[in-house]
């Protein structure tokens, strides 16, 4: 009965020595892909180059950005949308973007919104991607621009007390 037991030890503490380091091996791999950033950053929008501050926002899925005085016009059969964007040096640089789709969103206590998404690069930190924002009059919001998990996911942790943590610092357009 003795000799059963210490097999049966030896195997139960092997199994968990290897799981121990799975799970070491999982989140080092982890860590070490994902740039840490606080809860508020400056980022660069491409095309355009124009620095904004963007809240970080975990809890929303897409991003979206702040857009005064959408014009939509068509262009070869597409759908596409003319705006102005002014950052907080008063810096404006107009985009013109193809309307990937419309979303409809949700809003307490009014109707939903039908808002226009395009496809945008944002640079945060040394994390360059393009994502789909929706396009909004975000004017009475302290940020002009909000990243939701589709561009946070697999590359940012969101340090909440934290901000301004990082400078954008890719290449834009050039680092696809």
């Given at each position: 009965m003795k000799k059963?037991?210490?097999n049966y030890t030896k195997t139960f503490l092997g199994l968990i020595f290897i799981i121990a380091a799975l799970l070491m091996y999982v989140h080092d791999g982890m860590s070490a892909e994902k740039q840490v950033a606080g809860w508020v950053e400056n980022v660069i929008l491409?095309?355009?180059n124009l620095r904004v501050k963007a809240k970080?926002?975990?809890g929303a899925r897409n991003s979206s950005l702040n857009a005064k005085h959408i014009d939509e016009f068509y262009?070869?059969?597409?759908k596409w949308v003319r705006f102005?964007?002014?950052n907080?040096?008063?810096r404006t640089v107009s985009f013109e973007a193809r309307v990937i789709r419309t979303v409809k969103i949700k809003q307490h206590g009014k109707q939903p919104a039908l808002r226009p998404v395009i496809r945008l690069g944002i640079c945060l930190g040394n994390v360059y991607k393009e994502v789909d924002v929706n396009l909004e009059d975000r004017e009475k919001f302290n940020y002009q621009l909000l990243i939701g998990r589709s561009y946070l996911k697999s590359?940012?942790?969101v340090d909440a007390s934290a901000?301004?943590?990082v400078q954008p610092s890719c290449q834009g357009e050039t680092s696809k």
């Open positions: 059963k037991l210490n491409f095309p355009g970080l926002d975990t262009r070869g059969g597409d102005d964007l002014k907080w040096k008063e590359s940012i942790l901000s301004f943590t």
